[in-house]
């Protein structure tokens, strides 16, 4: 049986001896430095642990895929950091600001063709499955990104809207690396569904979580300033949640109109041109979250949708230790102590 530290030891090797094409250095140097700035590998992590529940080893027929979905999601990075016009990423420059968004386009595209060749690296009697799943995913995660770019012109919407949003956006990625490994590793159809949808239910868990450690996170944990959804008034789990919940309470006479919609409205928008003006707008919207409870609603669907996720793990049959395993993959991945 491979175990957590073996994952560990296999994800650190994997990506210290990653390589690319040395020329034209304009063309691949982005790829070396998007990858060289880190992140968690929760992808390629939860890839290796699915698979290492069906087999007692690692050999290059997964960790070729393995690397190819965190690729392809650094590759989703650099795009997005273009079209939200971001200057840092992990505590350093984004590409498009350390180079230009032209090179960032260019490298991105490079990026995402890098990752087909990975994944066409997984066994034969599997690859035309691994390529349908990832090929789906890799659209949909595209599909999510565009409704993410118009709810920014929507006054409100749906929960609903929202959470087909960040499961597109976040949650099938994650789910299909659960899948992928399982798939490779050599689990039935039954498995694999389970542990794809053990993975889409954590992914939403994982999106709604960095939702509310935008305003209720460390900074220096976090890895980015505080508030800054609020500040440019990003439709988050607890935004949506917050409008759809402060009509209902104001007109059930819950809360006064200083706590409903209209008045998140106005908070939203209030003047961000200094920092001082920025400041009493997160104030005054995390003022009202907490009138309305949201901090506390948010808090229970995180804890809800873990649930799901580990119940689906224990649908699998796996036995204790396997189990416990995927466990501690999803308490740590939320930040969960137990």
Same mark, same amino acid.
């Given at each position: 049986?491979?175990?957590?530290?073996?994952?560990?030891?296999?994800?650190?090797?994997?990506?210290?001896?990653?390589?690319?094409?040395?020329?034209?250095?304009?063309?691949?140097?982005?790829?070396?430095?998007?990858?060289?700035?880190?992140?968690?590998?929760?992808?390629?992590?939860?890839?290796?642990?699915?698979?290492?529940?069906?087999?007692?080893?690692?050999?290059?027929?997964? =960790?070729?895929?393995?690397?190819?979905?965190?690729?392809?999601?650094?590759?989703?990075?650099?795009?997005?950091?273009?079209?939200?016009?971001?200057?840092?990423?992990?505590?350093?420059?984004?590409?498009?600001?350390?180079?230009?968004?032209?090179?960032?386009?260019?490298?991105?595209?490079?990026?995402?063709?890098?990752?087909?060749?990975?994944?066409?690296?997984?066994?034969?009697?599997?690859?035309?499955?691994?390529?349908?799943?990832?090929?789906?995913?890799?659209?949909?995660?595209?599909?999510?990104?565009?409704?993410?770019?118009?709810?920014?012109? *929507?006054?409100?919407?749906?929960?609903?809207?929202?959470?087909?949003?960040?499961? =597109?956006?976040?949650?099938?990625?994650?789910?299909?690396? *659960?899948?992928?490994?399982?798939?490779?590793?050599?689990?039935?159809?039954?498995?694999?569904?389970?542990?794809?949808?053990?993975?889409?239910?954590?992914?939403?868990?994982?999106?709604?979580?960095?939702?509310?450690?935008?305003?209720?996170?460390?900074?220096?944990?976090?890895?980015?300033?505080?508030?800054?959804?609020?500040?440019?008034?990003?439709?988050?789990?607890?935004?949506?949640?917050?409008?759809?919940?402060?009509?209902?309470?104001?007109?059930?006479?819950?809360?006064?109109?200083?706590?409903?919609? *209209?008045?998140?409205?106005?908070?939203?928008?209030?003047?961000?041109?200094?920092?001082?003006?920025?400041?009493?707008?997160?104030?005054?919207?995390?003022?009202?979250?907490?009138?309305?409870?949201?901090?506390?609603?948010?808090?229970?669907?995180?804890?809800?949708?873990?649930?799901?996720?580990?119940?689906?793990?224990?649908?699998?049959?796996?036995?204790?230790?396997?189990?416990?395993?995927?466990?501690?993959?999803?308490?740590?991945? =939320?930040?969960?102590?137990?």
């Amino acid at each position: 049986m491979i175990s957590e530290n073996q994952i560990e030891e296999t994800l650190e090797n994997l990506f210290e001896n990653i390589s690319f094409n040395a020329e034209p250095a304009g063309l691949y140097d982005p790829l070396r430095y998007m990858m060289g700035i880190g992140g968690k590998r929760v992808r390629p992590r939860l890839c290796l642990l699915t698979y290492s529940l069906f087999n007692d080893r690692f050999t290059e027929k997964i =960790l070729e895929p393995a690397a190819a979905i965190e690729i392809f999601h650094s590759f989703t990075l650099i795009h997005d950091d273009i079209m939200d016009n971001s200057d840092m990423r992990r505590g350093v420059p984004t590409v498009c600001r350390k180079w230009n968004d032209n090179t960032a386009i260019i490298s991105g595209d490079v990026m995402s063709i890098d990752s087909y060749r990975r994944i066409a690296k997984a066994p034969s009697e599997v690859l035309p499955q691994v390529l349908e799943l990832f090929t789906a995913t890799a659209a949909q995660v595209c599909e999510g990104q565009q409704y993410d770019m118009d709810f920014e012109n *929507a006054r409100i919407v749906s929960m609903d809207e929202y959470m087909k949003m960040i499961g =597109l956006k976040t949650a099938v990625l994650i789910a299909c690396a *659960a899948k992928m490994g399982a798939l490779i590793g050599g689990a039935d159809e039954r498995a694999c569904d389970l542990l794809y949808k053990f993975g889409y239910n954590l992914g939403l868990a994982f999106q709604i979580t960095d939702d509310y450690l935008d305003l209720y996170g460390d900074t220096a944990v976090f890895g980015k300033k505080i508030g800054g959804d609020i500040i440019n008034n990003k439709k988050t789990w607890l935004l949506t949640r917050a409008l759809e919940k402060g009509g209902e309470m104001e007109k059930s006479g819950v809360v006064d109109s200083a706590h409903g919609t *209209a008045a998140l409205f106005r908070a939203m928008e209030m003047k961000t041109d200094n920092e001082a003006d920025r400041t009493a707008k997160i104030s005054r919207v995390k003022e009202i979250y907490e009138t309305l409870g949201i901090d506390e609603d948010v808090k229970y669907e995180i804890i809800k949708l873990h649930a799901q996720a580990m119940n689906y793990a224990g649908l699998i049959g796996l036995g204790k230790v396997k189990y416990e395993m995927l466990h501690r993959y999803a308490d740590r991945l =939320l930040g969960r102590n137990r």
